[in-house]
């Protein structure tokens, strides 16, 4: 399996998780291509439950070396935070976390205007996880960000965040009416983090290609999904980073052909934390059940996620996007005992259908889902070992999803333990494809 991505092909909370543990057991790297600490993973090891939001998913398994590449935006404070729990259960970083020299840094001052922008939009908020993820990208597109490089040159890094802090109090106590930040303390503390951060600093690309030559496993951990995409999503209600398939190529240092498989992941429902359009979104006692049966609370931030069917036009845009070759849908068994379980299959607005995904705001929130209306089924299928044990309905369902979206559903996901996932060993061969 030389380079496997795995994207979320949804509105993140896609269960990529699970997907991405089974291949890091098998992976020699793990590496982080884009967004922050705003993902949140759990995984359970020995018994205890981690949530990582930073640190790659390999960092359970003590030989899968894991890279933070150089488009993920790095909060020191919350990296030495998951090290210290991780460090805290046995589990040792030193010579298996590399970070990009080039990664850029969240300051808490990021953290900072990401919610006191959020609070000054109002009712236009747009519901971040106030990580600071906005204010980040937006400084390292504005060329004012400092990387991680930046860190380990304690005059440069005075020169360069004195620069960038007068600037963002300005923006603190003029527009927000917030107090300012005291820029010798932040230098203090990003110095003392530059030390720190010493011993996990590497020129990442270099090393991912020296990998890949080397015919070596890796594994491209996506964050968050598609339809939050910054290019690609629902915007403004997106994140601010690349998390389609094309953000690997420019988040890793690796060529973009250097991918030879892209597994897409998404959820039987539709499920979306903070604000924007989501067509099939069920306010509603399904709304509820979904929520209650998923457990759809978010990992980050604990809010409860707005839930709804299944959007077969978004998913089906999204794994365009990203030239997904296979899918795996997770959390079937949450859909078990709804008597009758929809699909939307295109949008209407007046008399106008849309089997394309828009691009406008205003259609989006004006539009209706059309939905096709399956049977449901009723049992409960965490003791289904293979596809055929599947109760008929949900092998009826799993078919309808996988001609709409037009990409094979290879495994299938029945509850929330590693071992509940059936792989379609027919799929696999008719596809012709070779996947454990
Ligand atoms: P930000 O990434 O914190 O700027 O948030 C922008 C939007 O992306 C908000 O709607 C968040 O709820 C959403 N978001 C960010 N990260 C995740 C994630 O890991 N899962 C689901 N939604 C996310």
Redesign the pocket.
Known sequence: MPIIGVVGVQ???EGKGKIIDMLAADADIVARFA?GN???HTVVFEGKKFVLHLVPSGALNPNTKNVIGNGVVVDPEHLFKEIRELESAGIELRDRLFISSRAHVIFPVHREL?ISAEKWKGAGR??????G??PTYADKAARTGLRICDLLDRDHLARRLRALLTEKNENLARVYGRPVIDIENAIDSAREYGEKLKPFVHDTGALLRAANARGERIVLEG???AM?DLDHGTYP????SSTCAGGFAAGTGLPPRALTKLLGVAKAYST?????PFVTEQNNETGAKIRERGREF????G?PRRCGWFDAVAVRYACEISGVDELSLMCLDVLSTFEKINICTGYRLGSQSYREFPAALAVLDGVEPVFETMNGFDQDLRNCRKYEDLPKNAQTYVEAVESMIKVPIVKISIGPDRSEIITRAEVVSRAGRTQR
């Open positions: 509105w993140g909370d967004g705003n993902a949140g990401d747009l519901g971040t996880t106030g990580r993820i906005g964050a968050q999904g939050l209600f997106v994140t601010s979306r934390v903070g604000e924007g978010g990992a980050t931030t809010r």
